[in-house]
């Protein structure tokens, strides 16, 4: 056989080692899967009294938006399901000049409607099962990317992603949170060698959900400004031209600008909109924390957390001000990996409205490592792999088959339990980068625990049942 022919076979005959610091992940991961889901199924059995207080929380069921008239033929794409974030989008685009009319409220940025504007001159339902497909063969292309370097790691890493919080809510709304999850990973893997590309990637992130300009940090801190000026200018333009096509000359008044921009703040601050909203049950923020404990047994006997609720605003301002100087005095010594979550941390946990969909953007360092070879893998790498910020971000995104809001909703719209663990774990994210680099403290044994597949069961069982417990002697 020709050397060539050899080679090729051997390539391909030979079967991928899987990554030890991934499967020790996968293992923890999978255990609190399974743990939850036997909790979910003992309270489904034994508890039939509560069964609306808990929820697996793996389907939006009859998501009929409520300003959606009764006499409208539009159908559900799927069963019941309507694919809600899709549908709203495409409704405002078709039925009328989105930021004209009252019929939704539309003070989304324009680059925001742009993925639903692409299908918006096709008829529904054809449109819907477009963009759906479309967007579903965009979220599994990172994990084909994968699978054509090492498939066993493509598969470990797949299974982590798509059931967890995030990526079951993004792609059971038709969220364009996708878009910026694959834009995200773009980023990080051009960034240090054509971060021309990397720009863009951010660009068209940026351009869609304004908060990712956060992330901008990352190129100004190392004073590319012209990557810096690229993403800026392809956000800025995309969203003008695209409010021109979608509102007309409005789009050239200063008030469509204050309304898109007073919506945004809006939500970031924590206004009454969401006081008692079945979506806080999904929301990782510092709010959603708050009003956690004020409704929970807790909050009877420490009122101070309605004060903080009214005064959210001015407190998120404050906080986020005080994060971001441990970021600039230490993010040198850091990595982009760390640098990236840290930052990710932060924009989850101050403003309001960040939903279960946005923690995506937990899981973009775990997954761009991935899609190199590991043999080309940097110290940087192994060590963000091997360390407990992927374990802290597992705990962050899991489902957790509990409601500590107590509501009276009959149908939960999503995962719950979340609204108390996530704040905590972004909490606990931040905190110990500040200080394993700012006091270089060591991590020994926290890897030590890691290091055992009997260990990583127990942990991941405790920590289902631990919320559980959590829950259930908070809620009032």
Request: hydrophobic share 50%; proline share 6%.
């Amino acid at each position: 056989m020709p050397k060539t022919s050899s080679r090729f076979a051997k390539k391909f005959t030979k079967s991928p080692a899987v990554d030890p610091s991934l499967q020790r992940l996968f293992i923890f991961f999978a255990s609190m899967l399974t743990s939850g889901a036997a909790i979910f199924s003992y309270l489904r059995i034994y508890e039939g009294s509560y069964v609306n207080n808990y929820s697996y929380g793996l389907w939006t069921i009859a998501d009929r938006p409520s300003w959606l008239p009764f006499s409208s033929r539009l159908g559900p794409l799927l069963g019941p399901h309507y694919f809600g974030d899709f549908f709203q989008f495409y409704y405002i685009i078709r039925s009328h000049f989105p930021y004209t009319d009252h019929t939704v409220n539309t003070s989304m940025n324009p680059g925001y409607l742009f993925p639903a504007y692409t299908v918006s001159w096709i008829s529904y339902p054809s449109a819907g099962y477009i963009y759906m497909s479309a967007l579903l063969a965009l979220f599994l292309l990172p994990f084909v990317w994968i699978a054509t370097i090492n498939w066993k790691n493509a598969s470990l890493i797949f299974a982590i992603v798509s059931l967890s919080v995030p990526a079951i809510q993004a792609l059971g709304l038709g969220q364009p949170q996708i878009i910026l999850f694959v834009c995200s990973i773009l980023t990080i893997y051009f960034f240090e060698d054509n971060a021309s590309i990397s720009a863009i990637f951010l660009g068209i992130a940026i351009a869609i959900k304004p908060y990712m300009a956060i992330y901008l940090l990352l190129f100004l801190l190392r004073r590319d400004y012209r990557s810096t000026l690229r993403a800026l200018a392809l956000a800025t333009t995309s969203n003008a031209i695209l409010a021109f096509v979608l509102a007309g000359k409005i789009a050239f008044e200063a008030r469509l600008w204050h309304q898109i921009a007073k919506g945004f703040i809006g939500y970031g601050s924590g206004i009454s909109i969401w006081a008692g909203n079945p979506f806080l049950k999904n929301n990782s923020s510092l709010f959603s924390l708050l009003n956690t404990l004020h409704v929970s047994r807790v909050g009877a006997y420490l009122p101070i957390f309605d004060g903080l609720l009214n005064h959210y605003l001015l407190m998120s301002i404050v906080i986020f001000l005080l994060l971001m100087v441990p970021y600039f005095r230490s993010r040198k010594s850091w990595g982009l990996l760390t640098e990236w979550t840290y930052l990710t941390a932060v924009i989850l946990l101050i403003p309001s409205f960040m939903l279960g969909y946005a923690w995506l953007l937990l899981l973009v360092p775990i997954v761009s490592v991935a899609c190199h070879p590991s043999a080309n893998w940097s110290k940087e790498y192994h060590q963000y792999l091997s360390g407990p910020l992927p374990y802290f971000i597992i705990l962050a995104v899991a489902i957790y088959p509990v409601n500590i809001l107590g509501t009276s909703i009959s149908i939960p719209e999503a995962p719950n339990g979340n609204s108390l663990v996530t704040p905590i774990m972004l909490l606990t994210i931040l905190a110990y980068i500040i200080v394993r680099w700012t006091r270089r403290s060591g991590t020994s044994q926290f890897e030590f625990l890691m290091a055992n597949s009997t260990r990583l069961y127990t942990t991941a069982i405790a920590a289902q049942f631990g919320v559980l417990m959590a829950c259930i002697a908070l809620s009032r």
